[in-house]
Structures are given as structure tokens and as C-alpha cells.
């Protein structure tokens, strides 16, 4: 137990970077957002709109004079066939070749997966035009699925994407657009049992399961320099990591693999990660509105911010400064957690976290 509340001490610590300030970018009145993606050679902005709601109707925007522009165009924001338009989008995440890459789990309110709708799409930011479609079948987005996060390893052309639905690690190769799903069910993307993720002062429970939700890996990190995969349940505190290496060797069996999963450490519960340069990880931390820093050296936690204007800190992004953007979900007022009630009093928000050093 010291560990414990070795641990609980360190999440309700003080931030120690106390410059940092939190900037309001942009304000969404009824688009739920979940993802942002930032270049940070340009500095362009893009975001996107999970289908969640029946206010849902654009998917995927770049930031404009602070307003949302569907992008790439609106026809694909629009319904149509579910191959050539978004769904239901989750993650949107810019790579260092200028590209945005748009991960569309297909699953409108988090319900049953629109056959044919599930896929990866590159976005060429120097043309605005999709360049690539890498569609998903049931083998990689089986039912009760949901893709949720992805990064992008340009130099071994590799994408990693998590499943928060049923839990596993899905690795796609960029050129052929060959997937496999890994440590599916594995004790490391699976949610801690009887986990209670507490916001607000307010234990969550879901309205039509009555019971704690149970979300599988979702946060995720690459650290392209020491060649590690972080990943991370978000009802739970234990961070994960596997050499990318491992990931992407097909002549490693299931059960070599589940051996290659290390477990390094005790954080917050998140929904966003993000890698720095230096190797640390970035994470959200959900119950205290929150984001913090874990050390791989030290496997300390510190805290960069707290505010309570950060309703459920969701996906985190570099910008070309050094600034950190996060979204505000607002997940924990959605009816799914309040009797079917909507209890948001607030448009949703894109912040940027400012004079941050990394």
C-alpha cells in the first residue's frame, strides 16, 4: 500500500511548471471534440468530431480564424458511401512528412460497426487531397470494437493504432496496407476490473449498463528514439510498453510477443498520451482536469497543469512552438453517464498549453 499513496500524493501535487498557462484556441457550441492534430512545420490546426450525437455534422476541420472548415472538403464530411466518407472519427494525427492521418472506427455512438466504413486515410496537407484509403474488415475492427487513437512512424512506414473497445494493439503496414491485431485481449490492453473512474468528485457509471464503464487501451505514444510503443487502458493507472521492433516482426508468434510487454509504471487514468523529444510521455489525467509528465528515468509523475476549465482532457498534440494542444471532451456530462441527461452547460473547447518547457 506505501506505493500506492507514494503514487495518490504524486497526482494531487501542485503543478511544479508553474508558467504554464492555458489558452483558449477554439469553441465548439454543439461538436463534440475528441482529437487534434497540429503541423508543426505550418502550424495548421485540425480537429475532429466523433458521431456520437444526433447534433453531430461535420467529422473531420481545420481550425480557420478560430472557426471549424470541414476538411479535407465537405463531401467528405457529408453521408455517402462509407469507404470514401467519414463515419464516425475518432483520431486525427499529423505526421513529420506533412501528412494528416485520419482514423475512422466507423461506429456511430459507439454502437455497431458500419460495414465497410472502417479505414486509415492520409491526407497530403501540400495538395488538401486524400492520397491513400486503407480500409479495415472484420479480422482488424471485429464487432464491439472501437479504433481509437494511432501514430504514425514514417521511417519503418508503420501506423499503431489502439482498440478501447475490446482491447488490442492493431499494426498496420503503411505500404500495402497490410494490418494485423496484436495482444488482442492481453492483459495489457485490457480495463482494470472493478476500476471506478471518479471526475469531478463523481464516481462514473453507465446509465444503460449500470456499472462502472470498462474502457481498453486507448492512449498511446511512440517514441521513435528509443524505439518504444506506450500504450495505456484509460479505467486504469498501469502505462505499458513494447519495442516497436517487436510489433512490427511477423515471424514473432502471439506468445513471444505477450513476453515482450513490459510494465513501467503507475499514472494517472488517461485518455490522450503523447511522446517528447526527450522520451518522456505527456498524459491527460482525467480525474483532476489535469495533464502530467511521466519520466522513463525515474518513473516519476509531475504534474504541467491543472484547471478545472479542462473537462475530460482528451487527445494532446505538439504545436510548432512547443505548445501542447488539448481538447476538452466533456465526455463525463454526456448522457451516457448521467441517467440519459445531457448535464454539459458549456461549448466544448480546444486549448493550448503555453510557455511549457520540454
Known sequence: MGNYFAILLCLIAPPLLSAAELKEVASFPDQQVTGVGVSTKSGRIFVNFPYWSDQHSISVAEIVNGQPKPFPNEEWNKPGAPASHFVCVQSVVVDDQENLWVLDPAAPKMQAIVRGGAKLVKIDLRSNQVVKTIPFGEDIAPSKSYLNDVRIDTRSG??????????AIVVVNLSNGKARRLLDGHFSTQPEKDFKLVVDGRELIDAQKKTPPQIASDGIALDTRHGYLYYHALTGYALYRIKTAFLTDEQLNEKDLETKVEKVGQTPAPDGMLQAPDGSIYLTDLEHNAVVRWNPATKSIEQ???????????TLSWGPKAELYVTASQIEKMPRFNDGVSTRTEPYKLWKITELHR
Open 158 to 167: 508503420t501506423a499503431f493504432i489502439t482498440d478501447s473497445g475490446k482491447g
Open 304 to 314: 504541467i497543469l491543472a484547471d478545472k476549465r479542462l473537462m475530460w482532457p482528451d
